[in-house]
């Protein structure tokens, strides 16, 4: 309990202590001038005193003031109680779909559909007559593709030669399409792997950042889900970090890999490589090689002698010389195709990042020219997305919108 004291308390208190002083010396006889009183007066009033500070019960109680209590509220009735609403059913998230391998062919050529398709469709679209002047625009419209001049005039005089038989715009594409995918059906040769050929080996050729390492670690995946045992041969000894880079991709596909210190001999690691694909008795044996300038000679001397030296471990080694080819170059993929064909026969071609680029229709150009078949084409970053290549969903994907 708290109680309340004022100042005069405390000197009352003090008195208090004083007379019992007082008391004590008169008794004693310390003071002898105090015998004129009797020493209980003195005891009398350090009682009184000190009583005074005391809190007696209806007297001076000295209790604080009780603070007023606030009047209680009166009880608010409660609202009644709503009836619990049920918990609305959390939905699984949607994992979306994966995009099939038609889906992606569509997606990765749409670039190519408005930089090739559309210019020539434009042509047919400003006139519904197939007459002189259409015909001389169409010309100089295919000439200004990625195509090439010689595979411009081909599908030019494919049309001009059935131009009586088109009265519309669309029988006029239709009579593109038909011919380009003439062009493509004659270049279709998916890469199968021969039955008894063990280790089938692939010697991947194309310049620098054409996209070869990526592609060579996309065929790995893919010929390991057919089943197939892969080990890998880093060639390319010549570009910083290129050894690394492939051996990483090697070990995220679960591929072999064999590799050389940097600026060693490639054939010496391609010859390296073809013993253990021979001792480890792997399927198949993929080498990178450099890629430096198709207009260096010495590049290309060095890998003819990388295929003689493979010929010779192995005969008819290797079995299948890829060219990978970059489809935003445009037509300078038709000159590097006949440089690295005129060293090395080659034997597929591999076409890749068609999905970021709008000249796309070189392919068209190249299948013209070259009697080499057509492998695989690349049309986006995942491993799934080098799709072996087939003319009849190439050209459907292409023109689509028509």
């Given at each position: 309990m708290k109680y309340r004291f004022r100042a005069y308390d405390y000197l009352v208190y003090l008195s208090s202590y004083v007379f019992f002083y007082l008391f004590v010396a008169d008794i004693?006889?310390?003071?002898?001038?105090?015998?004129?009183?009797?020493?209980?007066?003195?005891?009398?009033?350090?009682?009184?005193?000190?009583?005074?500070?005391?809190?007696?019960?209806?007297?001076?109680?000295?209790?604080?003031?009780?603070?007023?209590?606030?009047?209680?509220?009166?009880?608010?009735?409660?609202?009644?109680?709503?009836?619990?609403?049920?918990?609305?059913?959390?939905?699984?998230?949607?994992?979306?779909?994966?995009?099939?391998?038609?889906?992606?062919?569509?997606?990765?050529?749409?670039?190519?559909?408005?930089?090739f398709i559309d210019r020539i469709s434009s042509v047919f679209r400003k006139s519904n007559t197939i007459d002189a002047s259409l015909l001389n625009e169409l010309e100089e419209t295919l000439v200004g593709t990625d195509i090439g001049v010689r595979t411009a005039y081909t599908i030019f005089e494919y049309v001009q030669k059935n131009s009586d038989r088109i009265s519309s715009p669309e029988q006029?594409?239709?009579?593109?399409?038909?011919?380009?995918?003439?062009?493509?059906?004659?270049?279709?040769?998916?890469?199968?792997?021969?039955?008894?050929?063990?280790?089938?080996?692939?010697?991947?050729?194309?310049v620098?950042?054409?996209?070869?390492?990526?592609?060579?670690?996309?065929?790995?995946?893919?010929?390991?889900?057919?089943?197939?045992?892969?080990?890998?041969?880093?060639?390319?000894?010549?570009?910083?970090?290129?050894?690394?880079?492939?051996?990483?991709?090697?070990?995220?596909?679960?591929?072999?890999?064999?590799?050389?210190?940097?600026?060693?001999?490639?054939s010496a690691v391609a010859f390296d490589g073809l013993q253990a694909a021979i001792a480890r008795n792997h399927d198949v044996l993929i080498i990178d090689t450099a890629g430096r300038l198709h207009t260096k000679e010495n590049l290309m001397e060095e890998l003819k002698k990388t295929k003689r030296v493979l010929d010779k471990k192995m005969e008819g080694a290797p079995h299948e010389i890829l060219l990978v080819l970059d489809a935003t170059i445009g037509q300078n993929a038709i000159e590097q195709t006949r440089q690295f064909n005129n060293a090395?026969?080659?034997?597929?071609?591999?076409?890749?990042?068609?999905?970021?680029?709008?000249?796309?229709?070189?392919?068209?150009?190249i299948a013209n020219e070259f009697e080499i078949p057509i492998r695989y084409i690349g049309v986006g970053e995942d491993m799934d997305d080098l799709q072996p290549f087939v003319a009849e969903n190439f050209v459907n994907a292409l023109f689509l919108d028509n």
């Open positions: 004693q006889g310390i003071i002898p001038e105090l015998a004129a009183l009797p020493s209980w007066v003195y005891l009398v009033a350090a009682i009184v005193c000190n009583a005074w500070v005391l809190p007696i019960p209806g007297i001076h109680p000295r209790r604080l003031p009780e603070i007023e209590q606030a009047p209680e509220a009166e009880e608010i009735e409660a609202p009644p109680k709503r009836e619990a609403l049920p918990e609305p059913a959390v939905k699984p998230v949607e994992k979306k779909p994966v995009p099939s391998s038609k889906e992606k062919l569509e997606k990765g050529l749409s670039k190519t559909h408005k930089g006029a594409m239709d009579a593109i399409k038909t011919e380009v995918g003439s062009i493509l059906k004659n270049r279709e040769a998916p890469l199968a792997i021969p039955e008894g050929t063990k280790p089938f080996v692939i010697m991947v050729t194309g620098n950042g054409s996209g070869k390492t990526t592609t060579i670690a996309k065929i790995a995946h893919l010929l390991k889900s057919q089943g197939k045992s892969v080990i890998i041969a880093s060639g390319d000894t010549f570009r910083a970090a290129a050894i690394e880079q492939l051996e990483h991709w090697a070990q995220k596909v679960g591929a072999d890999f064999v590799k050389s210190q940097e600026g060693a001999d490639p090395l026969q080659i034997t597929g071609i591999a076409m890749t990042k068609l999905d970021g680029s709008s000249k796309g229709g070189v392919i068209v150009g």
